[in-house]
């Protein structure tokens, strides 16, 4: 049996005498893409922020590729392989497209540390740069500073930044978000070309259910920081108990 690309074993956030997140165990594989849902409040970005390491654990493990990177900071995982967009874009407003994806590539790259290989790497990380851009189809806006992109394309220049990284784990955080109704798909086939691929982990939190029937593998219910249901999209969503948790209510029994 292969080892979970990522991992997390009785994961608990506690603030004061409220447990946000409540011993969460489960595990992600290469190749599929997770929906994490639940109702407002249910603990999801919570979650997320656990994973990716912007909060600290009160209790469990997070493990990486078997490795337990539980008391790694945000910035280590990343190295690590784990790449987050968040709902709101975090972004270098002042810097053009092609830098804040340049700056990544860069990153990305052991000769940046060394002076002297940086103006051989420099043809290399732009051309890199470059193709990313046109993958996510933001080659047009190659020059346009960040602050003023739309909504939309400021989203795709975040996930264009995570494809620079390189990561093997891609986190989208409502990646559809205040986003208008011609925007949206774009988004959707960018998170689909990556599943495509077949060699990343994909995790997605997001409210719309439309969206969570097109994209995912696999759906994880969280409710007041526990874990819920976890299995095939359709099993999931038709459970009683997940229905509960949506609606605030059992579903109607039929009377025959």
């Not at 165990?25 to 970005?45: C, D």
């Not at 656990?50 to 280590?76: C, F, K």
């Not at 959707?188 to 969570?212: N, P, S």
Request: no cysteine.
């Amino acid at each position: 049996m292969s080892v979970p690309v990522l991992e997390s074993r009785d994961l608990t956030i506690r603030f004061g005498g409220h447990t946000a997140v409540n011993a969460v165990s489960t595990s992600f594989t290469a190749g599929t893409l997770t929906a994490i849902v639940g109702p407002n409040g249910a603990g999801k970005t919570t979650y997320f922020n656990l994973l990716s390491g912007q909060l600290p654990a009160s209790a469990g493990q997070v493990l990486l590729d078997g490795e337990d990177i539980t008391r790694l900071g945000p910035a280590d995982r990343a190295r690590r392989g784990i790449g987050r967009a968040f709902q709101i874009t975090n972004l270098f407003p002042q810097l053009t497209a092609h830098e804040n994806v340049r700056l990544a590539v860069q990153a990305r790259d052991p000769a940046a540390a060394n002076i002297w290989q940086r103006w051989t790497g420099h043809r290399a990380w732009i051309e890199r740069a470059e193709w990313v851009l046109e993958e996510v189809n933001l080659q047009h806006q190659r020059d346009t500073v960040a602050s003023s992109l739309s909504h939309g394309d400021k989203r795709k220049l975040e996930v264009a930044i995570m494809m620079a990284l390189e990561p093997h784990v891609f986190m989208f955080d409502e990646p559809t978000a205040g986003m208008s109704v011609d925007e949206v798909p774009v988004i959707l086939d960018l998170i689909q070309k990556l599943k495509r691929a077949g060699d990343k982990t994909i995790l997605l939190v997001e409210h719309k259910m439309d969206v969570v029937r097109s994209l995912a593998d696999r759906i994880i219910v969280l409710h007041h920081g526990q874990l819920l249901a976890d299995g095939e999209p359709a099993t999931v969503i038709a459970s009683p108990l997940v229905q509960e948790a949506y609606l605030g209510r059992a579903p109607e029994k039929k009377h025959g």
